[in-house]
Every structure is written in C-alpha cells, then in structure tokens.
C-alpha cells in the first residue's frame, strides 16, 4: 500500500475568507465538512458566531453557540449596518455580523457559508482580508430537486418555498458568473470534495 502523504499547512499570518455561495440542499456543507476532515486543514478555519433573537437552548452559550439578543438589539444592529447578512427564519432573526468575523480572523481564516446577497455585501464591504468567492452548481436542476427531498429535513411547504428562492438565485448567479473567482460543479462528491481541498490549499498559503 502506497504510505498517505499529507502536506500541512502552516497557520497563516495573513488570514483569509472563503465564501460559498449555492442553491440550498447543493452539498455546501457536505463539501466543508468533507474538506475540513482531512489533516492538512486541522485548526486552519474558524466559524463565525451569529446574532440571533431566538432563546438559547439549554447547553447553549451565549458568545460561543450564539450572540443571544433581544429583538430590539437585534434592529439596532441591523439599522446601524453591523451585519454582512441577516435574516427571518420561522419568526426568529439571526445575523452574521461584521465584528463576529473580524475576532476570528484574527487567528483564523473563516469560512462563510452565505446567501448571495450576504456575498453581495462582504464583497462591497472591501474588507483588508483576501476573499476567495466560489459557487457551489448542481449537475441538473432534477439531481438538485432530488438532493433537497432525500435530505428529508424539510416540509413540503418548506421544500416548495426553497424551490423559488433556488429559481431567484440561479437567476443571479448565471447573470453575474464574474463575481464569482471559480465554480465548481457537485456531481461525483469525491472529486467536488477534492477540487474544493485543493482550491483552499492553494488559496490559503498565498
Ligand atoms: N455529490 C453529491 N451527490 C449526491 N448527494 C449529495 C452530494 N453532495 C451532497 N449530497 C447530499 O445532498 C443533501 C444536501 O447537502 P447539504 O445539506 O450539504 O447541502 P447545503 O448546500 O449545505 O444545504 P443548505 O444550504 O440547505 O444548508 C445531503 O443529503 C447530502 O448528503
């Protein structure tokens, strides 16, 4: 048997953001999850805590699972422009705010998994850190349809409601294809998983 050889990356001095953009149920997270297992990317990115107006569960804790706020600080956040992206989600608001990524990039790179209009937003805000922008396609719109319902984790009401967003997005991502720094297609998780780890690499010891 061949001996695995794995290359790893030093912590970089100058970290950077990766922002995945993607229908819902596309395999965004299963790619991160994929990559972030492998040796090489141990301890290299950090995750954002979001603001949320929902109450904490509880072994939550506040600044680590989430910024828990009120509704109120929750607008006053949001009027004063703190947040890249924010959002209603069955009644509950949450938000990823500016400062919450600025504290792990002080130590980390940080991947965002975001809404093009959160990706919109980081990229007008010209923050000091690199930013390496990539889409995340279905192979078919029908392998996409059908990764949404196997998933199993939404209602049929749900489901119908991602469905247009998916319409609305794709809308925007074909009609901006140079926003984006590379796409990749996730037909064969394997190679979307490889592809993805060696954009990152490359990406992160620039
Ligand atoms: N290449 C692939 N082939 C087949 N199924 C896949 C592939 N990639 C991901 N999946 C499956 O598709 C479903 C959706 O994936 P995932 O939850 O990672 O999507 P997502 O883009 O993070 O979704 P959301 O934006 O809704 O959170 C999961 O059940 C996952 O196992």
Redesign the pocket.
Known sequence: MQPTIVTYLKPSSSPKIVVLN?V????????FKNAFQRPQFKDMFGFSVSHTTRKPRFNEVDGIDYHFVSEEEFEELAQAGAFLEHTRNHGNRYGTSFKALEEVLKTKNVLL?LDYKGAVSLKQAQLKQKQLYVL?RPPTWEAFIE??R??GTETEEEIQRRLQTAVQETDFFDSNRGFYDVEIV????DS?VEHFCGLLEGFIVQ
């Open positions: 993607g819902t149920a596309v395999g965004k997270s299963t790619l998994d995340i990764r949404l196997k998933r996730n037909h064969m998780l979307a």
